[in-house]
C-alpha cells in the first residue's frame, strides 16, 4: 500500500528480510490436512457476519471458508458489527480465527474486497485503501468470467429507513437483536437434542407481511439503480435475504448473511452463480454421517 509518510532521516529504513521477519507466523503455516477436498470457485460473496455480535454463526462461516479456495472473495459490508461493539465489547475466539483465516487467504493470492456497510461505517474513511491484503472500498464492478458486469454494493444506500431515519433503523436493529438472541438460545436447546441448525429470526421474518414487502421493495430499488447505471446486475447483503431474481433486464443477487440463514454467493470458473447454503449442507451431511453410524450389536439374551 502506497503511503505519503516522508522518513525522517534519522530511523533506519527496514531490510526485505526484516519486513519479511514483521509477517505474522501464523500466516506461514501449513494447512491441516483435511479428510475433504476443498471447493474451487472463481469468486465468493459473503456478507452480514456481524463479527462482534453474539448472533454471529463464526464456527460455521469458519467451516465454510476453511472448504473453499477461490481468486476473488468479496466481503460485502457489515462484516464487524461497529454498532454492537460501541455499546459493550464482545468477541470471542472463534470471531478472532475467522479473521485469521480471511487474512490468510489474502496473504495465499486471494485477492480479498470489503465493501463496507452500515454497521461497519467507520471503516468508509479509508475505502482506497489496502490493510493486510484486504481492499476497502465502498462499492466496485466485479466482471464474471461470461463477461457480465455486477455492480457490488452493500445496499444500505437504497434502504429508505437508514438513510432517512437514522434512530429508527437503531430502534430496529435494538428489537432485532433481541430476536437473534432469542436464536441462540433456541440453537442452543437444539443442540441439547443433537438438532441441527435452524433460524427462528429467518421464520419469523419470512412469515411477516411487511418485512416480505420491504424486502421486495428494496429488490426493486436496488435493481433500478444498476440498471441506471447500465451494469448487468447487482449483488448485494444488508437484508439478511439470499436471493437471485430476474428484474426486468438486471439480475438481482444477494448474498444473505452469518446471523441467520448461513448463505453465500460463488461463481464458478464459467460465470454461473449460485446460492450455496451453508447451513442447509451442515445438516445434510449431518444427516448422513447419522444415517451411516453403525448399529451397536443387541447383547444376547442370557439363556
Known amino acids: 500500500m502506497a503511503t505519503n509518510a516522508k522518513h525522517d532521516g534519522k530511523t533506519p529504513f527496514k531490510s526485505a528480510a526484516e519486513l519479511v521477519s514483521s509477517i505474522p507466523a501464523w500466516l506461514d503455516l501449513p494447512e491441516p490436512r483435511g479428510f475433504r477436498p476443498k471447493r474451487k ?27 473453499i479456495e477461490c481468486e476473488t472473495l468479496y466481503l460485502v459490508g457489515d462484516i464487524v458489527d461497529g454498532w454492537r ?7 470471542p475466539d472463534a470471531h478472532n480465527e475467522v479473521v485469521r483465516r480471511i487474512l490468510k487467504m489474502a496473504h495465499r493470492g486471494t485477492r480479498v474486497i470489503l465493501i463496507a456497510g452500515n454497521h461497519d461505517e467507520m471503516l468508509r474513511p479509508y475505502a482506497g485503501m489496502s490493510f493486510g491484503g484486504v481492499e476497502l472500498a465502498l462499492d466496485t464492478i466485479h466482471e464474471t468470467a461470461d463477461g457480465r458486469r455486477l455492480l457490488v454494493t452493500h445496499g444500505d444506500g437504497f434502504d429508505g429507513v437508514v438513510l432517512y431515519a437514522r434512530w429508527l433503523a437503531f430502534l430496529g436493529d435494538k428489537a432485532y437483536s433481541v430476536l437473534l438472541r432469542a436464536n441462540v438460545w433456541v440453537n442452543m436447546i437444539r443442540r441439547q437434542f443433537k438438532m441441527p441448525y435452524w433460524s427462528l429470526s429467518s421464520y419469523l421474518k419470512k412469515r411477516v407481511k411487511n418485512a416480505v414487502q420491504f424486502v421486495c421493495d428494496f429488490e426493486e430499488a436496488v435493481a433500478h439503480a444498476a440498471r441506471d447505471m447500465g451494469v448487468d446486475g447487482v449483488v448485494c447483503g444488508h437484508i439478511h435475504c439470499a436471493e437471485i431474481r430476474q ?28 446460492i450455496l447454503d451453508w447451513a442447509d449442507e451442515t445438516r445434510r451431511a449431518a444427516a448422513v454421517k447419522a444415517a451411516l453410524k453403525p448399529i451397536p450389536a443387541l447383547e444376547e439374551e442370557p439363556a
Not at 470457485?41 to 456478507?47: E, G, K, L, M
Open 41 to 67: 470457485y472463481r469468486t465468493v460473496w459473503i456478507s452480514d457476519v456481524h463479527l462482534g455480535t453474539r448472533g454471529c454463526n463464526a464456527a460455521m462461516l469458519l467451516d465454510f471458508l476453511s472448504a
Open 85 to 91: 461493539l460501541s455499546k459493550g465489547w464482545y468477541w
Open 247 to 274: 428484474i426486468g433486464d438486471i439480475t438481482y443477487y444477494n448474498d444473505g448473511d452469518w446471523v441467520e440463514s448461513c448463505t453465500a454467493l460463488v461463481e464458478d470458473q464459467v460465470g454461473q452463480i449460485s
